[in-house]
């Protein structure tokens, strides 16, 4: 695991700084009116080398610029911006660990760079997280693997240069054998991109279905059979502790657009911010954020290795704490709030609920957790008497 020091972590964050200006605010405006994710949001990141800073270490991942990256992130209060780039960085993040072939590194390179924008096809056509059981599959041939399936909820393969797809490779796709998970990069203009879907928020994240049918050179397996999970554990973990930075910086904004509507808005002759009730729960909520904020800050600064269990732990607990935020933002504005194109708090409220599905269920990520929970016997021995 490689951790920038402090001086180095505050050059990244004015680089941030710098990036995250006017006309980087503009574009993420003029994509939301218009509706589909412009391919600069992450060539101009790319370009200042935000990324190329943060993957310093040619195959490990930066923590502490991982979460500053994604609270900046979060804080463009577009979810469709701060879980594309993630995305797209998650991908560098397997390329970069396990990517052996020089075509691979050249392709980790120019992602890395933002001339390139990468994507995972992992959802099979039913969608859910079973990856283990996926349908799509590899057969291998006498130059590589001809690869065949179809994938369901593929986001940013609209704009995407190639896609990381996730199948089973077996010797004969017709017979009753389960094969071995492994990862494959495709170039995305030789599968078949479907209409993006219509959802209920992060509205230009385009996410489409994808169905393929193509052979590949044997340069182009990511992840050999059997370490294919492993590989996409790598890049789930970096997506998910991402995504738990994400929601600090969301709900940072959330909360100060709403305490500057708490101390405008008058009800009963004084206002709303005078009125303890709403005051204390808001304060309740601050305080919270700090505690998640800093639990995130703190986590990156340790140097602890990253772990699935422990990404998974920070993305449910944050995102269900995002989701109440949200909430009681809205909640604040009343029934303007509630009003298309008023207030963003709406669109924020609706988008928050991807984070407990994309990414990983809650119900999924407890598991996770689970498996990782140890008993103390030899002080229940002591401290228990039933």
Known sequence: MSDSTGSDLAEYLRLLDEVFDADYLALVESAEREGRFPRQLIEKLGTAGVFRSKWSS???????????????LGGLGSFSVSVGVTLHDSAIAVLRRFGESDYLREIADRAVEGTAIVCLGASEARGGSDLQ?????????????????????????????????????????????????????????????????????????????????????????????????????????????????QVVGACDLALGVTVSQLMRRRQFGKTLFEHQALRLRFADLQARLDVLRYALRGL???????????????????????????????????????????????????????????????????????AGMRPDHVRHDRLVTV
């Open 58 to 72: 040619a195959r490990h991942i930066d923590l502490p610029k991982l979460v500053a990256l994604s609270e900046r």
């Open 133 to 245: 059981n996926a349908e799509s599959v590899a057969v291998p041939t006498a130059t590589g693997y001809r690869l065949r399936g179809a994938k369901k909820f593929v986001s940013l393969s609209t704009v995407a240069n190639f896609i990381i797809l996730v199948v089973r490779v077996v010797s004969d796709p017709d017979a009753d054998e389960s094969g071995e998970v492994a990862l494959f990069v495709v170039e995305a203009d030789k599968v078949e991109i479907g209409e993006p879907y219509a959802k209920l928020g992060a509205a230009f994240l385009d996410t489409a279905p994808v169905e393929f049918d193509l052979e590949v050179p044997a340069e182009a397996m990511l992840a050999r059979p059997g370490t294919g999970l492993a590989a996409l554990s790598w890049a789930l973990g970096s997506e998910r502790l991402s995504v738990a930075a």
């Open 300 to 370: 990156a600064a340790s140097r602890t290795p990253l772990s699935i269990r422990t990404a998974s732990g920070f993305k449910v607990t944050a995102v269900r704490f995002g989701e109440e935020v949200m909430s009681e933002c809205l909640h604040v504005f009343g029934g303007a709030g509630y009003l298309s194109g008023v207030a963003p708090v709406e669109r924020w409220w609706r988008e928050m609920k991807l984070g407990r599905i994309g990414g990983g269920a809650d119900e999924v990520l407890w598991e996770l957790v689970a």
